[in-house]
């Protein structure tokens, strides 16, 4: 071997060492494959927004479900407002297809409220979030709620939202179905609207059933008194309402279509306003009054014979510039089909002939202790055809008749003022004047026969001033209205006058006849 030579390398030993480098790279990837294994099996980070973090602790309180860990809550902080407490809990991937919009969170802890005591198993463990699982839409934010439900999840029900414009409903109201209590009231959110108020129910099965998309829900606040021109009403569900108040549903339509969870209803502050909503959903119209209106309010019945057909809507005043004077013009709305019955086709249109052909509209007093008036509807057969007129607005015009007490008025207003217009002193001056004659009559006739002569002749003279006395009454009697009682009645003394005058008379004949009858008789 030549020393001068250089030395070959040794490309064997080279090849061997490269696969050193291999065990590095395995194990990278290893652990990178651990890590995504990892991060894969952390679970969905949901949001949960509460008013306040009390008990709640990061890296420590526990999110569960049927008492089984399902998550834990990773950290806390707060919204931008500073107004509520952002919780973020790490929830296992098993539960994600069972988070979703509909999914409802709340904080346990021990409690002691008008349902008694709860939550005592976290004076040792501490607070926990429990979980109710959903089946909407997939979500990762929510609003927790502030008290925990007042069912179990598993109680068989039906969930609704009532949506209304006032407070006054504290979770925990109980509802009703025909005074039995069916339901409670669970969560109550006040939206950024603050005219919009939210409350969770859950109705029982098995008076789920009852609930359709005809359901009409109103409050129960205790007792419904009022005092209007229907009378004195008196309403209350049950006798745990007159302390706490309550929910109350009917169900009008049996047959309408079934509802499902999370579905909204309208809650109206109370029965009535059910009641009137649906009464001035009907065909406007307006009546016009030339006399007060006292009493009359807006929401007052409109009855057919007893049987509310409609409501009055607004009271108005105007000036009728060609007759020169002062209207009221009355708005009222009418439902066909209570007036004419369900079923009956082109309602309407009957409705309308019935306005040409005599129905009119006059007020009524409907309670006597506080004047309140309503408007009450009648069929004037005696009335002619009448021709269909409608105002500005459009609205069709109902004829209007005064009420029997203005009738009986103004006829009492008429006898009066011709009672007035007799000549009433020249009436009584004769009376008294035949009266006094009469007296003396009677004085010298007990001197019959002596002056039988002197007595005859002022018989004649009575009877002269009977008969002016008569004549007077007669011409009075023309100016008074046939058929009035007052007609009647002087109509009948001067028909007593009468007979009195032909009895005198006759008495003088018989005199003249024979004066010794005052003696022997006849």
Known sequence: MNLNEPELPDITTAKARFWIWLIPIAAMIGGGWLLFQHYAQRGILISITFETASGLVAGKTQLRFKDLTIGIVESLDLTQNLSHVNVHVRVDRSMQPHISEDSRFWVVRPRIDRHGISGLNTLLSGAYIAMEPGTGKPATTFTGLENPPITSPETPGLRLVLE???????????????????????????????????????????????????????RDSGIDFSLSAEGIRF??????????????????????????????????????????????????????????????????????????????????????????????????????????????????????????????????????????????????????????????????????????????????????????????????????????????????????????????????????TIQKTLENLQSGLHSLQPGSSLYMEISRAAQELSDSARAVRIFAESLEARPDMLIHGK
């Not at 407070?167 to 109201?173: F, R």
């Not at 009231?185 to 008076?207: C, G, H, K, N």
């Not at 809650?267 to 009535?272: A, K, N, T």
């Open 164 to 218: 209304t414009d006032s407070g006054g409903v504290d979770v925990g109201t109980t509802i009703y179905y025909r005074k039995i209590p069916v339901g409670t009231v669970e969560a109550r959110t006040v939206l950024p609207d603050p005219q919009r108020i939210l409350l969770d129910v859950f109705i029982r099965s098995p008076y789920d059933a009852h609930v359709n998309q005809a359901s009409r829900f109103w």
């Open 235 to 464: 309403h209350t569900e049950s006798l745990e309402t007159l302390f706490a108040g309550g929910i109350a549903f009917d169900n009008p339509d049996p047959s309408a279509a079934a509802v499902k969870n999370s579905c909204r209803f309208h809650l109206f502050p109370s029965y009535r306003d059910i009641r009137s909503q649906s009464m001035q959903m009907g065909l406007p119209f307006v009546l016009y009054f030339d006399s007060s209106v006292r009493g009359l309010t807006p929401g007052a019945p409109v009855e057919f014979r007893g049987v509310q057909v409609g409501e009055v809507l607004d009271i108005d005043l105007l000036y009728d510039r060609e007759a020169g004077k002062i209207r009221i013009p009355v708005t009222i709305s009418i439902l066909p089909e209570e007036l004419l019955g369900n079923g009956i086709p082109d309602a309407e249109a009957l409705l309308m002939e019935m306005l040409q052909t005599g129905l009119k509209a006059r007020l009524d007093v409907g309670n006597l202790l506080t004047g309140q008036l309503y408007v009450s509807m009648e069929m004037d057969d005696s009335s002619a055809y009448i021709p269909q007129q409608f105002n500005d607005e459009g609205f069709p015009v109902i004829a209007t008749m005064p009420h029997p007490i203005e009738k009986i008025t103004e006829s009492a207003l008429s006898l009066l003022h011709r009672i007035g217009e007799l000549p009433i002193e020249g009436i009584a001056e004769n009376t008294i004047h035949a009266l006094q004659s009469a007296q003396r009559l009677m004085a010298e006739m007990e001197t019959l026969p002596k002056n039988i002569g002197p007595i005859l002749t002022e018989s004649q003279e009575v009877l002269e």
